[in-house]
Structure formats: C-alpha cells, structure tokens
C-alpha cells in the first residue's frame, strides 16, 4: 500500500479493480472512471464468470482467483500483479464476505493507492488524509457506532462469563456421570 502518507492522487493510468463484492458496483464505477479518465487502462481480479457490464476487455485483463488454486500459484499472481506498475487499485467492501482475504492482502501487497468502494457505491482513498472516515467505516462494520454499541460492547463484556459458567456446567455433568458409573 503506496501513497498512505500522501493525500495526493497518482495518475489514473493503470488501475486494479478487485471485484470482492456485488458487481453492480463495479459496473456504475467503471462508466464514470472511463468518461474522467480516458487514457485508462483497468485489469481485474474476480471470483465470478465474465465481466462487468461497462469493463473493456480488450484494453485490460481479468485475473480469475480460481485459477490460482495453490500458494505457489497465489505467490506467482502477486508476481505478475506487481509487474503491471499499477497506480490505483480498487476494493469493494460491501458487507459481503467475497474474496475478504484476496482483497487485503493485494492492497496490502501492491505498491499503488487505494481506494474502498462501499455498497451505497460511495469511495473514500486510504490515506492519512481520510483517517476519520477510515475510523468510522471499521467502528460501523465492526458494530460500534450508534445503539448497536451498546449491544456489541455488552457481549464483549459478558463473553467471558459465559464462557466460564458453560465450561462449569459441562465440567458439572462429566463429573456427575463420572460419580454415578462408579
């Protein structure tokens, strides 16, 4: 993950796009991106058949995750991904848990700036600059903002019991069993 410290954006000149959740999205992204940059080329990395509706095929390339089954396999993607100089790559998060770790660990590997798609089709850049929506978007994935925090908090807080008391009540019942055999 290149430019985080940088709020500055790269040419649109090679673009990544990891399809890791509802193609829709992709679909009304790509018609806008073209049109704002006309001298772009974007490949992808996907899960599913064919392409997104508005994804020129002749001008980029799609990378299928099936087709890269083995670490060996995984390790010569990111090889060849890394060959392509890319300036911007694209990550869906759209609460579907579609190529989670694929998604990540490209972001993490390559050296170009990204961006996160979320399902309202809004996009925010991880870098220093948007660490405020950076916070926000894991506080909300993760459950912590609104009423829903109380809840979360209240089950992070009572796991420990209930963990301890279903350990005892099982502990409980061998031992019975345990008394009543001999």
Known sequence: ??????????????????????????????????????????????????????????????YRVTDYPGRSQRQRLYRELAANRYTIVGIICSAEPIMTKWKWALAARLPAKVFVLNENGDYFWIDRGHLATIRHFVLFRSGLTGSGAVRTLARLVLFPFTLLYLILYALT??????????
């Open 1 to 62: 993950m290149r430019y985080f410290l940088s709020k500055s954006l790269p040419p649109f000149s090679r673009v990544l796009l990891i399809e890791s959740g509802n193609r829709t999205l992709y679909e009304n992204l790509l018609s806008g991106f073209y049109d704002a940059h006309p001298g772009m080329q974007a490949d992808l990395v996907t899960c599913y058949a064919g392409v997104p509706e508005h994804f020129r095929s002749g001008a980029g390339q799609v």
């Open 173 to 182: 019942v061998h031992l019975r069993r345990k008394l009543r055999t001999l």
